[in-house]
């Protein structure tokens, strides 16, 4: 079965420093997405992605954040100053047609 | 703003029974709504999706309905197994395609 790959499953990074997660999505999907989890709470949205442009983002996603698809196979999120309270689970998510979705294993970020 | 809030927040059967899980969002102004199952530390794993247009989804020993009038959806799982113990999650996809998650739902199975 199809799958939606992270990488690095997990990363740790001193506060301040840029973050790059990676993902590979469904080949044929054509709706890419970032959840984040903190220990212990809501999977929460960060923002949705679809023909090559932000379709909507939380509060959240502020201007340390982007993402951005490089090729035709990578979706990244980059987190430009990690902070402390960035410390999380982030998913990358695809979907073929919007609806029914698909996540990744998630990259465990921890900042220090 | 839409809420999604999922009861209980715990759970712990003996081996072998059926049980219900239940979500509850506010707005039911929805597209889908999607149960994952989540693994200690790991990832997201769709179990059923229900359209908006449908009652309920069956998917082997897992069965969901969706009711949008009273914005409730169950999750039933007959016969459970220890290999079942894991967070329940319900999800409702509105507007862009977003996903709101509700808490979860830890359950045990306890052999």
């Known amino acids: 079965e199809p799958e939606v790959t992270q990488t690095p499953s997990h990363q740790v990074t001193q506060m301040g420093q840029e973050v790059i997660l990676r993902c590979v999505p469904i080949?044929?999907?054509?709706?890419f997405y970032w959840y984040r989890q903190i220990l212990g709470q809501k999977v929460e949205f960060l923002v949705s992605f679809y023909n090559n442009e932000i379709s909507e983002k939380s509060e959240i996603f502020d201007d340390q954040f982007s993402v951005e698809r490089p090729d035709g196979s990578n979706f990244t999120l980059k987190i430009r100053s990690t902070k402390l309270e960035d410390s999380a689970m982030y998913f990358c998510?695809?979907?073929?047609?919007?609806?029914?979705?698909?996540f990744g294993s998630g990259t465990r970020l921890t900042v220090v | 703003k839409q809420e999604v809030t999922q009861i209980p927040a715990a759970l712990s059967v003996p081996e072998g029974e059926n049980l219900v899980l239940n979500c509850s969002f506010t707005?039911?102004?929805?597209?889908?709504l999607q149960w994952f199952r989540q693994d200690p530390g790991k990832g997201l794993t769709s179990l059923l999706l229900i359209q908006s247009s449908q009652r309920e989804q069956t998917s082997g020993r897992l069965n969901a309905s969706l009711d949008k009038s009273s914005g409730r959806s169950t999750l039933y799982i007959a016969a459970s197994q220890p290999g079942d113990s894991a967070t329940y999650l319900c999800?409702?996809?509105?507007?862009?395609?977003?996903?709101?998650f509700g808490q979860g739902t830890r359950l045990t199975i306890n052999p």
């Open positions: 999800a409702v996809i509105q507007g862009a395609q977003k996903l709101v």
């Open positions: 080949s044929n999907h054509l709706y």
């Open positions: 707005d039911s102004a929805i597209y889908n």
């Open positions: 998510a695809s979907s073929r047609t919007g609806d029914g979705y698909t």
